[in-house]
């Protein structure tokens, strides 16, 4: 089994890095960490990237999951090429890239293309927000499935994510006491549906929903709480279409042995509490 | 706060008596939209509660002594401080009729007016109820909890609520935030060009409920005033929502306790970050917003 211990890193390709950087600075609240001919990369908390735009094709999305060692990477490898999986060893070049010790990559059975990590970079400065968003970090990703139960199977009896809720037949999956690190999104193909960071308070989500809207940034779902984790959350649209949300108070399961997945209908009131609709947002199973 | 006496002499806003052009239309807006329990109809004003007390709002047809708000007095002795010391800053304060306290269903009253003109029934024992309160909509309200009120009169209308024993909190420009009780404030001034009853704001459980009700208001097309938005002096979350007859109803959560230490009023610009922590703006009502 291969043991995720957390979520690393995003990377997303786009045509034009001036307008992502432009996003992520004056509208998302992430600080440059470091900027390349050909590569952004940003930080939203003690680690020395969360996320990375690299010059190319919006289409090629990448998300990083950090094992414990490089025995593990190896065991992993093993484990995904029995399956069936083509696992790919990242050259030493590519690790620099990614600010890690050594990598492997590979797709689920979507197709998402994700990254086992080993030794991600962290950094000796604290985190220093480009705008007083009041992001804390970055802390889970919503990932497309075109067949949600298939991939549950995948996450949960290959990397040992766990199901802390469903709405329908989605799961919402956690790989440490966070509610959820990876929840599934059916949709016709593979890609990073949302990347989420959290803020420290309520005021955070109301006054960025607020700021946001002034400067016309689409907001597609929100200011909302979802019943499943209990986060007050905050949909927007950044650069290619993607969205990006801002979250606080997401659960933590404090009994990992006795957790029963709780089940949700599948209706607009299990994505939120207080009313709110996604506008140009597919919702989870739609 | 309490002037130098053991007990205060006054520790609540406890009903606003308002004055509408068709009251049984204001009245399904009250109960079936905003979320209060109609209780009883008496000489034409309709009552409704939003906790333990009989009823905090009433509304009645527009009549020369139509609006009203009730402040809760100790006691008849402290009743009877209070007028003399409005009549000595030069205010009136006439005792309510048996009528008059029957039907603001208290047991004894001073009726004032301040500088403005706004009319403060000064009232004893007002009446509660021994049911529990039920509405006939789940808005999450937990008790009335204050009102804003508009003042032509500045430094007069501070002196009338000074001599009830209120104190200033906090200042956004001339808006003046007064305390009778633990909380940041219960009564707030607006300087205006004409008085009269702001709004009357109402306690919800939690955030959770204020935003219920925005996209609830949303949803039935219910103009918001104001809101969400959090008042940044007091740390009070709001909602302001727009009625029949202009009348703002909100819905409030979360406002600063103070303990028992002196402290300073604080004065903050009048802008819209004094105003709003969160980005929200009034566009409409004037009281509410900050010049641009």
Redesign the interface.
Known sequence: MIQLKDVSYVRLGSPDLESAENFATTCLGLQIAERGKKDLYLRSDARAHTLCYSEGDPGDQTVGFEVEDEASLQEAASTLESLGHAVHAGSAHEAEQRKVKAFIGFRDPTGNHVELVVRPERSGRRYFASRDAGITGFSHIGLNSTDPGRDERFWTQVCNARVSDRIGDIPLMRVNAIHHTIALVRAPKAGIQHINHQVES??DV??S???LS?RRVPIVFG???HPTSGA?FLYFKGPDGMIFEYSVGVDEIEDEATHRPRQFGFEPTSFC????KPAGMALPNN | MNNGRAIPLINSVCYVRLAVGEPGASARFVSDIFGLQRVADLDGEIAFRSDDRFRTVSLGRKAPDGASIGIEVWDDDALKEIGRRLREAGFTAREATADECRRRYVQSALLAADASGNRIDLVVRPTRSGRRYFPARDAGIVEFHGVGLRTTDHARDLAFWRALGAEVSDWVGDIAYLRIDGLHHRVTLYPSKRNGILYAAFEVEA??QI??N???MQ?SQIRIVQG???EPASRQMFLHVEGPDGLIFSYVNGMAKLDEKPRLARQFPLTATSLC????ESKDVPELGAPA
């Open positions: 309520s005021d109301l006054r929903y607020y700021f002034g200011p909302g709480r007050r509490m207080w009313g709110a | 955030l959770d935003m219920q925005s996209y609830f949803e969400p938005g959090r922590d969160w980005g929200s």
